[in-house]
């Protein structure tokens, strides 16, 4: 008699099971259950409460200063409203607002108006030669001075002390260096045999000397920072590659750029931002002048709703608006180009 524990026939197992496709039971959410899932939101507010409530003044604060005045200017540039009709008080008399909504009309104007686009054009051109410049000599200073030699940490001292000094302080400085009859420029070239240069008072002196003292005064943050960079670089590789054969320019370029390409992408975009809305050169120095040539499109805004008369706040809010655009549109692409190299940012 069999044991009832021992089966009496055996049987063919068949071929194993197929793997869950797309259309499978278990194939969907259900069938990568045992993959962690991302905890919903309750309970990552629950377990990172304290991150949360450190950087609620801070995220506070930010929405006071910039998130109202951004609103406020938004609504500003769909309106009419200058001088003539915002609210205003005369005395013990307050005379209520009187501008109307009138939708895209002023950001058609602007956008038609060959002014803008002229403004826009210097706007571009001055970023790019200040940061241009402002790279390559940061980084050819950080390049001599990542080396060892007599004096370094003086040189170095004094060539960061244009950013330690207020820049306001610095650009009157400039503004007597440029002057056209007591200025010291001026003084030493005349007594070279030169004739005087108008600096500040003809369109393409002014566009250069704007440029030279934004240069001068951008150089040692791009100093600092592509020395830092320069100083992340193991010494072996420069041994290595000197070991052999390889030359200077070549030890340059296949070891010192790519070692610093990813500091250098970040502060090139933070300095292009800088640059384009940098304020205090022009208007501390030219003025915008001579006859509004030297203008920037974050200059050309402030006339029109500080300067000129009467005071047009919609046309002023109109060009900040677009200013906030291209910088926004320009840091996308700036960052999908980035990616498309294999940069994290």
Same mark, same amino acid.
């Given at each position: 008699?069999?044991?009832?524990? $021992? ?19 278990? *194939?969907?959410?259900? /069938? ?13 507010? =629950? ?8 950087? !609620? ?9 910039? /998130?109202?005045? +951004? ?7 769909? $309106? ?30 602007? +956008? ?20 241009? +410049? ?19 940490? @003086?040189?170095?001292? !004094? ?25 010291? +420029? ?41 020395? /830092? ?11 290595? *590659? ?5 030359? !200077? ?9 790519? /070692? ?23 208007? @501390?120095?030219?003025? =915008? ?11 050309? !805004? ?15 809010? $109109?060009?900040?608006?677009?200013? #906030?655009?291209?910088?926004? #549109? ?6 999908? *180009? ?8």
């Amino acid at each position: 008699m069999a044991d009832a524990t $021992t089966p009496t026939s055996t049987q063919d197992p068949g071929p194993p099971p197929a793997p869950a496709g797309p259309g499978t039971p278990g *194939a969907g959410p259900a /069938g990568r259950a045992r993959r962690p899932g991302r905890p919903p939101l309750r309970n990552r507010l =629950g377990d990172y409460w304290y991150a949360w409530a450190m950087i !609620a003044p801070v995220v506070a604060v930010i929405s006071v200063i910039i /998130g109202w005045p +951004l609103v406020r200017g938004i609504y500003l540039s769909l $309106t009419d409203a200058d001088e003539s009709n915002v609210e205003r008080t005369i005395g013990v008399n307050t005379i209520e607002a009187t501008y109307e909504f009138v939708g895209l009309d002023n950001y058609v104007d602007v +956008l038609t108006d060959n002014a803008f686009w002229d403004r826009l054009g210097w706007t571009v051109l001055w970023t790019v030669a200040c940061v241009g +410049l402002t790279f390559l000599v940061g980084l050819s200073l950080a390049n001599m001075l990542n080396r060892s030699l007599r004096g370094r940490t @003086l040189y170095r001292m !004094a060539l960061i002390l244009p950013w330690a000094i207020p820049a306001f302080v610095s650009i009157f400085a400039w503004r007597m260096l440029f002057n056209e009859r007591n200025g010291i +420029l001026n003084g030493v070239l005349e007594n070279g045999g030169i004739d005087g240069v108008s600096w500040l008072s003809d369109p393409t002196w002014a566009k250069i000397s704007v440029i030279a003292v934004n240069v001068w005064l951008g150089v040692p943050f791009m100093l600092i920072a592509m020395l /830092g960079a320069l100083q992340s670089i193991p010494a072996e590789q420069y041994e290595a *590659a000197e070991m052999d054969g390889a030359s !200077a320019w070549q030890r340059f370029v296949n070891i010192t750029l790519p /070692g610093v390409r990813s500091v250098s992408m970040t502060v090139v975009l933070l300095s292009t931002i800088w640059t384009f809305n940098m304020f205090p050169v022009i208007f @501390l120095l030219t003025r =915008g002048g001579p006859a509004g040539s030297s203008d920037i499109l974050v200059t050309e !805004a402030f006339r029109l709703a500080f300067v000129n008369s009467p005071r047009d706040f919609a046309g002023s809010a $109109t060009w900040g608006v677009l200013i #906030l655009l291209l910088l926004v #549109l320009f840091a996308v692409a700036y960052r999908r *180009a980035l990616r498309r190299q294999g940069e994290v940012w």
